[in-house]
């Protein structure tokens, strides 16, 4: 395994490879690696010739500094449990070696990003369009790897590709969970032993609201799920909606023809997690 901090270095070692027909995979991370973004790097390894991962915490994507801050930081262990899972290519580069200047880049995902996370977070998403068009540009990779928990970024990461008519498939891979059900996060490791135990009740109400969807109307899903939620002290609702699976609006009824996801964002102390379940009806 190699580690880059470089981009010149780095696009120059990609570009050798390229040369030989190799295909490369590229999965993109902040850190804190854990299961979820393992099963990434192992579905890269399984469909692409050379693994590419990095490991950036952008802060362009970031609202509230604190939250920044507080982003767990593990280079020394993400490197050896990726060496661990036969990772070709490790890219950390610095803050400064991605952002020189100040980036002014400003994206328009309409009515993608004015909903749910895009709602409540501006900005949050032309953070990301930032950083991931910066990856890949240097990387140039054949697939890029994403987890379908953060589901409303991989809808505006696969609208970004199109936009700019990036040669790119995009993979979406399935939520990876504890064996209690909560979904995997970076973000769990800043819970503490109490908040741990509470923090499962966000994917217990998802999947209640799966066995429930159709025999009640989507509002008043929408409702229960929301107060189940809040009736644990410990957890304070965000959002929770349930939208079309492609476009991300609201949906108002279950006959509409279109495969239907509920999005959730939850508080937990100065912990925010996101969750959500793509319904069987």
Known sequence: MEIFEGIVALKNKLEEIKKTGKTIGFVPTMGALHEGHCSLVRRSKQE???????IFVNPTQFNDKNDLKNYPRTLEKDSAMLHSLGTDIVFAPS???MYPEPCTEVWNFGMLE????????PGHFNG???????????VMPHKAYFGLKDFQQVTIIKELVRQLNYKITIVECPIVRESDGLAMSSRNALLSPEERLHAVNISKALYQANNEAGSLSVK??????????????????????IVDNVVLQPVKNWAEPTTKVGCVAVKLGKVRLIDNIVFSV
């Open 48 to 54: 692409t010739d050379i693994t590419v991962v990095s």
């Open 95 to 97: 803050e400064q070696e």
């Open 114 to 121: 004015k909903v749910m996370e895009g709602a409540l977070r």
């Open 128 to 138: 990301v369009a930032i950083i991931v068009k910066k990856f890949f540009d240097i």
């Open 220 to 241: 008043e899903l929408e409702n229960k799920v929301i107060d189940t939620i809040n009736n644990d002290p410990f957890l304070t609702v965000d959002y929770f909606q």
